[in-house]
């Protein structure tokens, strides 16, 4: 229509000047009718983002920009949000040691990492932080049974002599004065372990049967077993304690999911065109570091690199106005994981307002907001089968036939979601083949389903999710879903 409009004004010029003869003054005319239409139709068709057009296109201003965004929000996200007392963790401890009735276990080892630091606060670097070494440092929890039946959780240490006030001075925390099981550099650990299973030399037990998780090392395990241990993985009751969340945990990863969801949102209003990948990854960690969160990995993809879902590419692919952004963020707070994705448009890309705006979009565009919309009713159809009792496949095939039935079947390549807490990625997983995990009031996933079309662009919605009670939908705990491209 606008073609026709200039066509017809500029022969209409032309016939007009031919009758004066004068062919430079038409040449002007021309040119300036032209200028004029296409200045009228940039600046018509859209209105463009007031504090985008004064900002200055520059990174330090662009961080300016996102840091001063989010911290005008006042961050209620973090009111309700606090460090973890003493209590909550002996109250785990008590949890697991019930579990370990239950499933028929005589203790639970773990050496530092992700579920050390669930039931006693010390991650494997606050341990060691140059690396892993080979000395082993374990903590035991056997459940104590009493005369009236109740059980309580006796929790001891296996330590290198020479490591032992270190390891008093980790400020673990416990009511009680920590018990150790020390070892000299030329005994063997496990064998000293067995020796003083009941806090005494008073004679070896007979094959302890003990849990250790995934992230138990091989060599500590075969070294338990190869000494009179029976060692199983990670399952039943035992599992199931780190699984539900309790009150104070759900609210700090409320804090941090939609901390990190906001940070995203304020940071996207202050993107400019140029601006590469690996740029917009440094300013967005730099924002959530302004209110407190860690980022602990960031994912910054545009178009045809989010095609492939973790990324891969050099991160120097500039943004332009018709480029889908897509972003998978982590950071931590008081010890607890966010894990969002958002896809969208950049700022400078107006969002078309009438059948006519929308009619003038590339194909590609049309695509992509289909393909977004396509998305996010996959995870709405997930969020509707997340109910207690409903069974961990259930969540994804859920999704998968939203995305199959629109023909993009292929393209979904991975599980819809998984568990989250302390680690970003916990079990249960929400695959199509996890049949056996029934949901519980109180599990916490993400929900992420995606679609990706190679060369071309990705799509993925994520946001995490509290399991309620019955056949309650769950709670978000990233703040509010995405509601478009324009609006992430």
Same mark, same amino acid.
């Given at each position: 229509m606008a073609a026709n409009?200039?066509?017809?004004?500029?022969?209409? &010029?032309?016939?007009?000047?031919?009758?004066?003869?004068? *062919?430079?003054?038409?040449?002007?005319l021309l040119a300036a009718i032209v200028f004029a239409s296409t200045c009228f139709l940039l600046t018509s068709r859209y209105t463009y983002n007031t504090h985008f057009n004064s900002s200055p296109h520059t990174i330090s201003s662009f961080q300016k920009c996102s840091i001063n965004n989010f911290l005008s929000t006042g961050l209620p996200f973090l009111d309700n949000a606090a460090p973890l007392p003493i209590s909550e963790f002996v109250q785990r401890r008590q949890n697991? $040691? @019930?579990?370990?009735? #239950?499933? /028929?276990?005589?203790a639970f080892v773990v050496e530092p990492g992700y579920t050390f630091q669930y039931y006693a606060n010390i991650s494997q670097k606050d341990w060691e932080v140059w690396e892993p070494e080979e000395r082993p440092f374990l903590?035991?929890?056997h459940p104590v049974v009493g005369h009236d039946g109740e059980v309580k959780a006796k929790t001891r240490f296996l330590c290198p002599s020479f490591e032992v006030e270190r390891a008093r001075l980790l400020g673990m925390p416990f009511d009680d004065e920590l018990e150790f099981v020390s070892w000299e550099e030329h005994w063997n650990p496990y064998e000293t372990l067995r020796e003083n299973w009941n806090g005494d030399k008073s004679g070896i037990v007979k094959d302890p049967k003990v849990m250790v998780d995934d992230e138990m090392r091989d060599f500590i395990q075969r /070294?338990?077993?190869? !000494?009179?241990?029976?060692?199983?993985? +990670?399952?039943?009751?035992?599992?199931?304690?780190?699984?539900?969340?309790?009150?104070?945990e759900i609210e700090i990863l409320r804090a941090v999911n939609t901390g990190t969801v906001e940070a995203v949102r304020e940071m996207r209003k202050c993107m400019?065109?140029?601006?590469?990948?690996?740029?917009v990854m440094e300013v967005l960690d730099n924002t959530l570091r302004a209110a407190g969160l860690e980022p602990f990995f960031d994912i910054v993809l545009f178009d045809e690199n989010a095609s492939n879902p973790h990324g891969g590419t050099d991160g120097s692919k500039?943004?332009?106005?018709? @480029?889908?952004? +897509? &972003?998978?963020?982590?950071?931590? +707070? *008081?010890?607890?994981?966010?894990? %969002?994705?958002?896809?969208f448009f950049p700022p400078f890309n107006p969002k078309p307002t009438t059948p006519v705006e929308f009619a003038t979009l590339s194909s590609l565009v049309k695509e992509k907001l289909s393909v977004w919309d396509l998305v996010l009713d996959?995870? @709405? #159809?997930?969020?509707? $089968?997340? =109910?207690? !009792?409903?069974?961990?496949?259930?969540?994804? %095939?859920?999704?998968? !036939? &939203? %995305?199959?039935?629109?023909? *993009?079947?292929?393209?979904?390549? =991975?599980?819809? /979601?998984?568990g989250i807490g302390i680690k970003a990625h916990e079990s249960p997983y929400m695959n199509k083949g996890n049949t056996e995990t029934l949901?519980?009031?109180?599990?916490?996933? @993400?929900?992420?389903?995606?679609? *990706? +079309?190679?060369?071309?662009? /990705?799509?993925?919605h994520e946001d995490v999710l509290l399991v309620g009670e019955g056949d309650e939908l769950p709670k978000v705990l990233s703040g509010t879903r995405a509601v478009g491209p324009w609006d992430p």
């Open positions: 409009m200039d066509e017809k004004a500029s022969a209409q &010029i032309s016939l007009e000047l031919s009758s004066t003869g004068s *062919y430079r003054v038409k040449r002007c697991l $040691a @019930t579990a370990l009735v #239950a499933d /028929g276990l005589d903590m035991v929890v /070294g338990s077993g190869e !000494n009179g241990f029976e060692v199983v993985g +990670l399952g039943g009751e035992v599992e199931r304690v780190k699984q539900t969340k309790t009150k104070r400019y065109p140029g601006l590469t990948e690996d740029e500039v943004l332009e106005a018709e @480029t889908f952004v +897509l &972003i998978d963020v982590g950071a931590h +707070l *008081y010890g607890y994981s966010s894990d %969002i994705c958002r896809t996959a995870q @709405t #159809a997930s969020m509707v $089968a997340m =109910h207690a !009792n409903a069974t961990a496949a259930s969540i994804d %095939i859920a999704a998968r !036939n &939203i %995305i199959s039935d629109a023909g *993009y079947g292929d393209a979904f390549t =991975h599980r819809v /979601g998984h949901l519980r009031q109180g599990m916490t996933f @993400t929900s992420e389903p995606g679609v *990706y +079309l190679v060369d071309k662009f /990705g799509v993925r």
